[in-house]
T-cell receptor, first 116, second 112 residues
Framework: GAVVSQHPSWVICKSGTSVKIECRSL??????MFWYRQFPKQSLMLMAT?????????EQGVEKDKFLINHASLTLSTLTVTSAHPEDSSFYICSARASWGVETQYFGPGTRLLVL | GESVGLHLPTLSVQEGDNSIINCAYS??????FIWYKQESGKGPQFIID?????DKRQGQRVTVLLNKTVKHLSLQIAATQPGDSAVYFCAENTLGGNKLTFGTGTQLKVEL
């Protein structure tokens, strides 16, 4: 139980293009999903918190117009990196917290983004 | 912020030995703690959690110890196996809180 998937698992794109990453909770409903970014040999940095049916809450320093988050259903959240640049290359990981109220977050497998 | 050239602390153990991974947390209001295992190129995997009303919790081959007095958390892995090689992160939260705060991580290397 508590499986979270991400798609795609890796993506290479040209500078200036937009990339959409999907996060799905496969066997549970997630009222809250989280998006993290991780650079090599570093810890996870929270980018934003996404609640179903409402606007995402972004962490300080994260541009909401660049990293668009949509959480349209209890099982799907999307992160769109708009006008991607090489410095946006990173490992993006989502997590989901179950609607039954436990604080545990279950993580997806991550998406590797490389912007050329 | 991000640190360039950051090196993860590394713990090297022999296969079959016990491993102890430590974590210090700073928020005295934190009352829920989780250990995650992250293999290279993958997302973090939940290992075990503990609430602040406990000081020890055991799982399969793993034990988490919590010392609230000194704000210290540890993960003990019994009979460490090559498949345990990964980066281990502790994370803290407040009950009902919305965000996890992750530690810097420890690289566990299991030597044959």
């Amino acid at each position: 139980g508590a499986v979270v998937s991400q798609h795609p698992s890796w993506v290479i794109c040209k500078s200036g293009t937009s990339v959409k990453i999907e996060c799905r909770s496969l066997d549970f409903q997630a009222t809250t999903m989280f998006w993290y970014r991780q650079f090599p040999k570093q810890s996870l940095m929270l980018m934003a918190t996404s609640n179903e049916g409402s606007k995402a809450t972004y962490e300080q320093g994260v541009e909401k117009d660049k990293f668009l988050i949509n959480h349209a259903s209890l099982t799907l959240s999307t992160l769109t990196v708009t006008s991607a640049h090489p410095e946006d290359s990173s490992f993006y990981i989502c997590s989901a917290r179950a609607s039954w109220g436990v604080e545990t977050q279950y993580f997806g497998p991550g998406t590797r983004l490389l912007v050329l | 912020g991000e640190s360039v050239g950051l090196h993860l602390p590394t713990l090297s153990v022999q296969e079959g030995d016990n491993s102890i991974i430590n974590c210090a947390y700073s928020n005295s209001a934190s009352d829920y703690f989780i250990w995650y295992k992250q293999e290279s190129g993958k997302g973090p995997q939940f290992i075990i959690d503990i609430r602040s009303n406990m000081d020890k919790r055991q799982g399969q081959r793993v034990t988490v110890l919590l010392n609230k007095t000194v704000k210290h958390l540890s993960l003990q892995i019994a009979a460490t196996q090559p498949g345990d090689s990964a980066v281990y992160f502790c994370a803290e939260n407040t009950l009902g809180g919305n965000k996890l705060t992750f530690g810097t991580g420890t690289q566990l290397k299991v030597e044959l």
